[in-house]
């Protein structure tokens, strides 16, 4: 099993981030999606609003994101409907947790394996996000973290020298754009565009949604 997960996130091409600001989180995703050394899908919704209160980011198998983002939102209704309280972002993170645990214990072809980010925001107003690893161990995240998409590393080295504790939320949204365009440039399985989000206690916003353009250009230089 060990392996199998090793094999899959070294397959994984995608750039997700969270990033925990003081006054709120931010979340932002690349657009790729690959299928080996072919490009899919040049507009792929990588972050994804799960409902009114939390943002979900997936990293693997495109049918794999898609079904765990369904999933979630179906089982926090019900558990909103028989509890008849909204659960807090944590609850909602663990729930995420023991689904991606459950999953990758399941005999099966093709195994559903799935690296999460679950930000939103608490009744009284407080932001969070967590990072759920693909085996289903669940962090709160106390500063950032891109999980294990293929553009973790060029994020979380530039994050590592230029996050500050404290930064505004608008201050973690430039941050964001940053380190989206250092991995767009780096890693072969991000690119095509960003999309950025905030998370504060006035709700979920999309902030930033922008596309990359190639241009090509004659190299030729006159004599």
Do not use: H, W
């Amino acid at each position: 099993m060990d392996a199998e997960l090793k094999n899959s996130i070294l397959k994984t091409g995608t750039t997700i981030l969270g990033i925990v600001c003081k006054d709120g989180v931010v979340m932002a995703s690349d657009r790729q999606s690959t299928a080996g050394t072919i490009v899919m899908d040049k507009n792929s919704e990588k972050t994804k609003r799960i409902n009114d209160y939390l943002l979900f980011s997936g990293t693997g198998m495109v049918s794999s994101i898609q079904r765990t983002a369904k999933v979630l939102t179906a089982e926090l209704k019900l558990k909103e409907l028989r509890s008849k309280s909204r659960p807090s972002v944590k609850q909602a993170a663990n729930l995420l947790a023991t689904m991606t645990y459950a999953d990758i214990r399941q005999m099966s072809v093709i195994q559903n394996i799935v690296g999460s980010l679950l930000g939103g925001f608490n009744e009284d107003g407080t932001a969070e996000v967590y990072t759920i690893a693909p085996d289903g161990s669940v962090t709160k995240v106390e500063d950032y973290d891109a999980n294990f998409g293929s553009g973790m590393p060029y994020v979380l080295g530039l994050l590592e020298r230029q996050y500050k504790p404290g930064l505004s939320v608008k201050e973690g949204v430039e941050l964001a754009k940053e380190a989206l365009k250092s991995s767009t440039q780096r890693d072969t399985g991000s690119g095509y565009g960003i999309d950025v989000f905030t998370i504060t206690k006035d709700g979920i916003s999309k902030v930033v949604e922008q596309e990359i353009v190639s241009e090509y250009k004659d190299s030729k230089k006159e004599q």
